[in-house]
């Protein structure tokens, strides 16, 4: 059973560029999450998707990050205009549906690593 | 979600058990914990989470007091490959995992 997946690994844009970041959940999840870490920080939530629906976006920045999961296809996060400080790494994290939460838990992609030049 | 509280740091013998404490006093009884590391700069791994009663699985065991103020993360008999992050998270659901700055272990040879 694959795991999370998510690419690119590394992703380089210079200031004002459009960074695309995807994530692939296991199989079987219906719920992704999107975490960020910058560097020498603790991870820090970003928002939490279903097929198709935004369920919580508490810790999207209000500008330039935007994210989807469509019903066919990987969940995608959307940086426009990316910033020095967007520079960070990018988690992308799967779940079951909501049924099994008390016996699941969310399990990590390897992340991808942005670079703003 | 509660608030945890973990040491900053702790060296462990390699071959030893690693005890890694967290202290969540606020707990309320329909929270879990939930146990992860970060080796390095890898995704978080999920290792081990309870409601009360003690848990264990191949990767550790989880101790949690009567009083669910505060928990043990146990690690039987650490090895190198155990050096990393641990996170100790307390939460309702898994809407969201909150992140505190966890415990830096070291497992020296």
């Known amino acids: 059973n694959a795991g999370v997946m998510q690419n690119p690994r590394h992703l380089v844009r210079r200031r004002g560029q459009e960074a695309r970041l995807r994530c692939s959940p296991m199989?079987?999840?219906?719920?992704v999450y999107w975490y960020r870490q910058l560097p020498e920080e603790g991870l820090k939530f970003m928002v939490y998707?279903?097929?198709?629906?935004?369920?919580?976006e508490s810790g999207m920045p209000k500008e330039r990050f935007s994210a989807e999961f469509p019903k066919e296809g990987p969940s995608i996060l959307r940086i426009q205009q990316v910033v020095r400080g967007d520079s960070a790494a990018y988690f992308c994290?799967?779940?079951?549906?909501?049924?099994?939460?008390?016996?699941?838990?969310?399990?990590f992609g390897p992340g991808t690593r942005l670079t703003v030049l | 979600d509660a608030k945890t509280t973990q040491p900053t740091s702790m060296d462990c013998a390699e071959g030893r058990a690693a005890n890694l404490p967290c202290n969540h006093s606020t707990i309320s009884g329909n929270e879990y914990v939930y146990w992860y590391r970060q080796i390095h700069s890898q995704g978080p791994q999920y290792i081990i989470h309870g409601l009360k009663n003690n848990e264990t699985n191949e990767m550790a065991s989880l101790i949690i007091t009567e009083d669910r103020k505060s928990s043990t993360l146990i690690l039987p008999h650490a090895t190198l490959r155990d050096t990393a992050v641990y996170y100790c998270i307390a939460l309702y659901n898994t809407d969201k995992l909150i992140f505190g700055t966890g415990t830096r272990l070291q497992v020296f040879p």
């Open positions: 998707l279903q097929k198709e629906n935004i369920i919580d």
């Open positions: 199989k079987g999840h219906s719920h």
């Open positions: 994290a799967s779940s079951p549906p909501a049924l099994a939460i008390r016996t699941d838990t969310q399990y």
